[in-house]
C-alpha cells in the first residue's frame, strides 16, 4: 500500500490561478511567521512561538486540496494550517497576542488557534491530542453524509503517541473520510527522529490497511497532487490515508531556540535552505513554466507585506479581554 | 406504586429507557464502546437497543478507550451527540487526555466557537469482588476539572432523568452508574421527564443530622438514616445527584438546619469528592455546625480482592450510623 | 527615616482602642510631642503625641475605626520621603507605647488578653448562638461529646431566667453607652463572671494617718505646697506593704502566675461616663510628694477628659476611696489581669474598745477583693494586717 507519489501527476487539472494562489498562500504564511518572530522577539507576544518556516508547501499543498467546509485539526506549529484553510491574519495576530478580537477571544493563543467558519477543529499542544477528534469528524461527515473529509495534521512526534494507531484502526474499520498527515521535520522538539522512531513510517499506517503515500513536502505541487487524490478517494467511501510529508523545520522547535547546534549542524540547515526552499523553488518553476515572472510574484510579495504590516497594527492596537472574560465559555 | 402512570424498574432499565427515548427524539444520538451492541454490555445495561437502532447507532468499538473517546469528542464537535460507554470506571484513566484536555477545553480554548455535547458512561463502586483494577469510584478525576459536568445517580428515577439531561446538554458530560446498583428498583413515571443537572435532592427529612451521601452511598446513608431513627436520631439525607455543577445552597441550608453533617461518597476519601463536599459545607454553614464536618469514603487502599477485606474499604450503613450516633454525642 | 505611628497599648487587657480623631492630617508637619490623634480607650479619650520631628504620611486608618494595638496607622516621614508600605518591626512599632507598657507587654503571656471563651472548646453554632442570645460562654455547662459547648447548651443556659435582671418597661428610655461605659460593662462583667472573688474586711485605726497628713500638709516643705489627701498617703503606703507580699501585686494567667516586680497603683476616679482607673507607676519607690503631684495632674486630666495614654498603663493594683461619699464600707470588683483591689471607707469617729474601756476613734474600714487563684485567705489577711499596721504608724514607712 505504501507509494511514493508519481511527480508527473503534478499538473493535472491545476490551472495558473490556482498554482498562483498557492504561492500567495505560502508566501502569506512565511511572512506571517516572520511578523510572528519579530513580535515575540520585540516581546510583544506572550507565551510561545512554534514557527512553520519551511513547511508552508505541506499546509498549502493539502488545504488547496480541500472544500472551504472539509475539517483539519493542527498541532502547537499550527499558523501555517490554520492560515492555508482561510484564517485572518489580522484575527490570528490579535489572538497570538491575546486579544479579544482573536479567533479565540484571546483564550486561546498561539497553539489553540480555532474556527468554525474555515473548518478548522483547533490547533493543538497535546502532540497527538486531536487524532481523535479528526477521526470523530470524519465519523460525523460519513454519518450525516456530508461529504466532508477531514484532515489531521501532526508532527513525526505524534508517531510516538498511542491514541494514534487506535484511530486509525478505528478509521479503517469503519472506512472514515479522514486523512493523517504527518509533517515530518525530522526533529521531535531537540531529537532527531531516528532516534525515536523505529522501522518503516508508512509501514506503521499500511499494517491496518491506511492508504499510505510517502511525499516531498518541500514540493507543493507533489503534495498537491497527492492530497486531492487522497481526498477524493475519502469523499468516495474509501477510506482513511496516511500521507508522509517529508519536510525540515527552518527554525528552532520555538522561537527561542537559537543555538541549535547540539542536536543538529549550521551545514544540514543550510543545505535544506539552498537546495530546498519550497517557496524559492515553487517561484523558479512558476517563472519557468511563464506562469509568472518577477515583477508579478513581487507584486503578490509587497500586496502580503502590506497586508501583514496592517494586521499587525491591528493586532498591537486591539485591546485585551475584559476581566469578566475569563469565566465565560467554560460552558456551553 | 398505586399512582397511574408510574411503575416500579430497575436502574438498569432506567438507563436503558433513557438512552432509548433519547436516540428515538433525535437521530444524532448514538451509543459507543466495548461491547455494546449484541452484548449490551456485560450488565446488560443496553440489552435491545441495537435491535431497535442498528449496529449503526449502537457501535461496538475495539478495546481502544482513548481512541474510541477522542472520535467521540471530534463527532461531539461535528454534529453528533454521542454517547461514549467506558466499561468499567477504572479504564477512564485511558480517556484523562481526550476528555481532561480535550473535550474540557475546547469550548474555552476557541473562544466558545466550538461544543462538545457528549456523555460518557461509565461505571464506579467496589463490592463485586472484583479487586482493584475494576472497583474504584474516580469521578473525583473528573469533578476536578473545569468544562466537564459529572453526574451520580442513585435511583432508577435519577438515573433515566439525569440521563436525558446529560445527553441534551451541550457540555461533555460523565455519567458514573454504581454497578451495584443496577438491579435497585424504584419508581420511575411512564411519562416524559427530566432532571435538571445542579439540583440537589432531599431522599428523607430529619432535623438532627444530614447525612450528604451519593452515588452508591445514597443507599447507605438511607440505611443509617433508619437505624438512626430507632435510637432517636432524626436523619436527613440529602443527594446531590451532580458534582458539577453542585447544588450547594440546598447542602448548606440542609446543614444549616441538622448543625451536623457526615459526606458519604465511594471515592477514597481522602481529596476526593466528599472532602470538597464537607469543604463546601464548613465554609457555608460554619456558624451553624455544632460539631466537625466527618467524611467517609473508601478506605485509602487499593480495592482488595479478599471478600472480608474489600468489605472493610467501603461505608456501610452500620458504619454511618456508628459515625453519626458518635457525632451526636451517643456512642 | 520613617517612625511609625501604631494605635498605642495602654494597658495589659486592652485589645483595641477607636481612633477618635487626628489633630493632623496626611502631609502635615508634625513636632514631636505635638499631639497627633486621639484615641478613645477603654477608660478615656486621650491625646496621642508624635514621637518624632517630620511630616504625617501613609495615613491608614480614620476616624471612627477601631483598631488593634500596636497596628501601624501613620508614619511620621521626613520632607519628601514616601511612607514605607510594611508593618514597622515590632520594636519600633512598640517605641510609641509608654515604656511601662512596653515592659508589661513584652512580659505578658499572648494569651492573656483573650477573650472569654477563647479557651473553651465550642462548636461554631454554640459560639453564634451565644452571642446572638447574649449568653456568656464561660457560665455554659458542656455537653459535647469531647467536653464542648454545643448548640444546645447555649440555648439552655439562654433560657435559665435571669437571676435580677427585671424587664424594661415599655416606656423605658434607651441611654446609648459610651466607650468608658460600655467597656466598664464588659470589663467589670468579665471580671465577676470569671474570677473568683472573696472579700477580707478590717476596722483600722485612722488617727495617725490623719495626724500624718495633717504635718505634712503644713509642712514648710515646698515641693508639699498642694494638699496631700488620705488617699496620697494610703497610695505610699500600701504600695510599699505590697512590696512584701508579691501575690497581692501579680496577674493570674493560664501558664501561672505573674508576679509584677514595679508596684504601680491604680486610683479609680469617677468621671462622668463612668469610672476611671488612673495609674501612679512604680509607687513603691515614690516620695508622698511626687506620689500627690502624681495624684493631682491624673485626676484633673481624667475629669477634663484629657488623660494622656500612658496615665492607664500597666496598673498592678488599685485602690478605689468612696469615703468622700461618706460610703463607710463597701466592696469592690477586681480590675481584669490584677490579683486584688482595695476599697476605702470614710474616716469616721466611732466608739472602740480600748483596753477594755469604750473610747472613740478616727476608724477606717478597708474591704480586700482577692482573686482566689492567685490570693488565698491566709495571704490576703497577712496584706491586710500589715497594711493595717503601717497605717497604725505611717512614719516607718514614709518617713
Known amino acids: 500500500m505504501t507509494t511514493v507519489s508519481d511527480p508527473t501527476r503534478t499538473s493535472a487539472g491545476v490551472g495558473v490561478e490556482k498554482w498562483l494562489r498557492m504561492y500567495r498562500q505560502m508566501m502569506a504564511i512565511r511572512l506571517f511567521e516572520e511578523n510572528v518572530n519579530e513580535l515575540y522577539t520585540r516581546a510583544l507576544m506572550p507565551g510561545l512561538a512554534h514557527l512553520y518556516i519551511g513547511e508552508e508547501a505541506i499546509a498549502v499543498g493539502v488545504c488547496e486540496a480541500l472544500r472551504p467546509d472539509d475539517y483539519v485539526t493542527s498541532t502547537h506549529r499550527g499558523h501555517g494550517h490554520c492560515l492555508a484553510k482561510g484564517a485572518s491574519p489580522k484575527l490570528m495576530f490579535a489572538e497570538l497576542l491575546g486579544k479579544e478580537a482573536g479567533y479565540c477571544r484571546g483564550k486561546g493563543g498561539s497553539m489553540h488557534i480555532a474556527d468554525p467558519a474555515t473548518g478548522n477543529l483547533g490547533a493543538n499542544a497535546i502532540v497527538a491530542g486531536s487524532v481523535g477528534i479528526a477521526t470523530g469528524a470524519a465519523l460525523s461527515a460519513k454519518t450525516l453524509k456530508s461529504g466532508q473529509v477531514a484532515v489531521c495534521f501532526f508532527g513525526e512526534g505524534a508517531l510516538g503517541q498511542g491514541v494514534l494507531y487506535e484511530c486509525m484502526n478505528l478509521a479503517q474499520l469503519w472506512k472514515l473520510p479522514v486523512i493523517y498527515v504527518c509533517e515530518n521535520n525530522m526533529y521531535t522538539e531537540y531529537t532527531h527522529f531516528s532516534e525515536t522512531t523505529a522501522g518503516d513510517i508508512p509501514a506503521r499506517a499500511s499494517a491496518f490497511g491506511v492508504r499510505a503515500e510517502t511525499v516531498d513536502g518541500q514540493d507543493v505541487r507533489a503534495v498537491h497532487a497527492v492530497a486531492t487524490d487522497l481526498a477524493d478517494r475519502a469523499r468516495r467511501g474509501e477510506g482513511p490515508a496516511f500521507l508522509l510529508c517529508n519536510t525540515y523545520r527552518y527554525r528552532g522547535h520555538h522561537v527561542g531556540d537559537i543555538n541549535r547546534e547540539y542536536y543538529r549542524s549550521k551545514k544540514e540547515e543550510q543545505q535544506w535552505l539552498a537546495e530546498s526552499d519550497p517557496i524559492k523553488n515553487f517561484a523558479e518553476w512558476l517563472k519557468s513554466q511563464k506562469h509568472a515572472d518577477a515583477s508579478t510574484l513581487g507584486t503578490i510579495d509587497s500586496e502580503l507585506r502590506a497586508e501583514m504590516d496592517q494586521a499587525v497594527k491591528f493586532a498591537v492596537g486591539a485591546p485585551y479581554p475584559g476581566a469578566d472574560e475569563v469565566d465565560q465559555d467554560v460552558y456551553a | ?331 | ?399
Open chain 3, 1 to 399: 527615616m520613617a517612625i511609625s505611628v501604631v494605635m498605642p497599648a495602654l494597658e495589659l487587657t486592652q485589645e483595641t482602642g477607636k481612633l477618635v480623631s487626628w489633630r493632623k492630617k496626611e502631609g502635615d508637619a508634625v513636632a514631636r510631642g505635638e499631639t497627633l490623634l486621639e484615641v478613645e480607650t477603654d477608660k478615656a479619650v486621650v491625646e496621642v503625641e508624635a514621637l518624632a520631628d517630620g511630616y504625617l504620611a501613609g495615613v491608614k486608618a480614620k476616624e471612627g475605626d477601631v483598631i488593634a494595638v500596636g497596628r501601624t496607622i501613620a508614619w511620621i516621614v521626613d520632607k519628601g520621603e514616601p511612607a514605607p508600605a510594611d508593618e514597622a518591626p515590632a520594636a519600633a512599632a512598640a517605641g510609641v507605647a509608654p515604656p511601662v507598657a512596653r515592659a508589661r507587654a513584652s512580659a505578658a503571656p499572648s494569651g492573656d488578653a483573650a477573650i472569654s471563651g477563647a479557651r473553651m472548646k465550642i462548636s461554631p453554632k454554640a459560639r453564634r448562638l451565644a452571642s446572638e442570645l447574649h449568653v456568656n460562654l464561660d457560665s455554659v455547662r458542656a455537653s459535647g461529646p469531647g467536653g464542648e459547648i454545643l448548640a444546645s447548651d447555649v440555648e439552655a443556659a439562654a433560657k435559665a431566667p435571669a437571676p435580677s435582671v427585671a424587664a424594661p418597661s415599655a416606656g423605658a428610655k434607651l441611654e446609648s453607652l459610651t466607650a468608658i461605659g460600655r467597656l466598664m460593662a464588659e470589663r467589670t462583667t468579665q471580671s465577676w463572671t470569671t474570677v473568683p472573688h472573696f472579700f477580707l474586711v478590717r476596722e483600722v485605726d485612722a488617727s495617725a494617718l490623719q495626724q500624718t497628713r495633717e504635718r505634712l500638709t503644713a509642712s514648710a516643705d515646698a515641693s508639699l505646697s498642694g494638699k496631700i489627701t488620705h488617699t496620697d498617703l494610703l497610695i505610699a503606703l500600701v504600695a510599699r506593704v505590697l512590696l512584701q507580699h508579691p501575690r497581692l501585686n501579680a496577674s493570674w494567667t493560664r501558664d501561672g502566675i505573674q508576679l509584677h516586680p514595679e508596684v504601680n497603683i491604680a486610683i479609680a476616679i469617677a468621671v462622668n461616663d463612668g469610672v476611671i482607673a488612673s495609674v501612679i507607676p512604680s509607687a513603691h519607690a515614690a516620695s508622698i510628694a511626687e506620689i500627690a503631684a502624681q495624684r493631682r495632674d491624673l485626676a484633673e486630666r481624667a475629669k477634663s477628659g484629657k488623660s494622656r495614654p500612658q496615665d492607664f498603663a500597666g496598673a498592678t493594683f488599685t485602690i478605689s476611696n468612696l469615703g468622700m461619699f461618706q460610703i463607710d464600707s463597701f466592696t469592690a470588683i477586681i480590675p481584669p489581669a490584677q490579683a486584688a483591689i482595695l476599697a476605702v471607707g470614710a474616716i469616721t469617729d466611732r466608739v472602740v474598745a480600748i483596753n477594755g474601756q469604750p473610747a472613740v476613734r478616727s476608724m477606717i474600714t478597708l474591704t480586700l477583693s482577692c482573686d482566689h487563684r492567685v490570693v488565698d485567705g491566709a495571704r490576703g489577711a497577712q496584706f491586710l494586717n500589715d497594711l493595717a499596721k503601717a497605717i497604725a504608724e505611717p512614719r516607718q514607712l514614709l518617713r
Open chain 2, 1 to 331: 406504586m398505586p399512582e397511574t402512570g408510574i411503575r416500579e424498574i430497575t436502574f438498569a432499565e432506567a438507563v436503558r429507557e433513557a438512552l432509548a427515548e433519547e436516540m428515538r427524539r433525535d437521530s444524532r444520538v448514538f451509543i459507543m464502546g466495548e461491547d455494546v451492541a449484541e452484548a449490551g454490555t456485560p450488565f446488560k445495561v443496553l440489552s435491545g437497543l441495537v435491535e431497535e437502532f442498528g449496529t449503526a447507532r449502537v457501535v461496538d468499538t475495539p478495546i481502544s478507550e482513548a481512541g474510541f473517546t477522542g472520535v467521540g469528542v471530534g463527532a461531539a464537535m461535528t454534529g453528533l451527540r454521542p454517547v461514549v460507554d467506558i466499561m468499567f470506571g477504572d479504564f477512564i484513566t485511558l480517556t484523562m487526555d481526550q476528555m481532561a484536555n480535550q473535550a474540557a477545553k475546547v469550548h474555552y480554548m476557541s473562544g466558545g466557537k466550538w461544543k462538545v455535547p457528549m456523555v460518557m458512561r461509565t461505571t464506579l463502586g467496589a463490592a463485586r469482588r472484583s479487586a482493584a483494577q475494576h472497583s474504584q469510584s474516580l469521578h473525583a478525576w473528573f469533578s476536578h476539572i473545569p468544562g466537564l459536568k459529572v453526574v451520580l445517580p442513585a435511583t432508577p428515577y435519577d438515573a433515566k432523568g439525569l440521563l436525558k439531561s446529560a445527553i441534551r446538554d451541550d457540555n461533555p458530560v460523565i455519567f458514573f452508574e454504581d454497578k451495584m446498583s443496577f438491579k435497585l428498583k424504584g419508581p420511575v413515571p411512564e411519562a416524559e421527564y427530566t432532571i435538571p443537572l445542579g439540583v440537589a435532592d432531599i431522599k428523607r427529612l430529619g432535623t438532627d443530622i444530614t447525612l450528604l451521601g451519593t452515588s452508591s452511598m445514597v443507599q447507605v446513608a438511607l440505611e443509617a438514616a433508619v437505624m438512626l431513627e430507632q435510637a432517636g436520631i432524626s436523619a436527613e439525607v440529602v443527594d446531590p445527584r451532580t458534582t458539577w455543577p453542585l447544588d450547594e445552597h440546598t447542602l448548606i441550608e440542609s446543614v444549616k438546619k441538622t448543625s451536623r453533617a457526615i459526606v458519604i461518597d465511594e471515592g477514597y476519601g481522602r481529596y476526593g469528592v466528599a472532602a470538597e463536599i464537607a469543604a463546601t459545607i464548613a465554609e457555608g454553614a460554619f456558624h451553624y455546625l455544632d460539631g466537625p464536618v466527618k467524611r467517609m469514603g473508601a478506605m485509602h487502599v487499593p480495592i482488595p480482592f479478599s471478600p472480608p477485606l474489600e468489605d472493610l474499604t467501603v461505608p456501610t450503613g452500620k458504619t454511618v450510623f456508628d459515625t453519626a450516633m458518635k457525632l451526636c454525642g451517643r456512642s
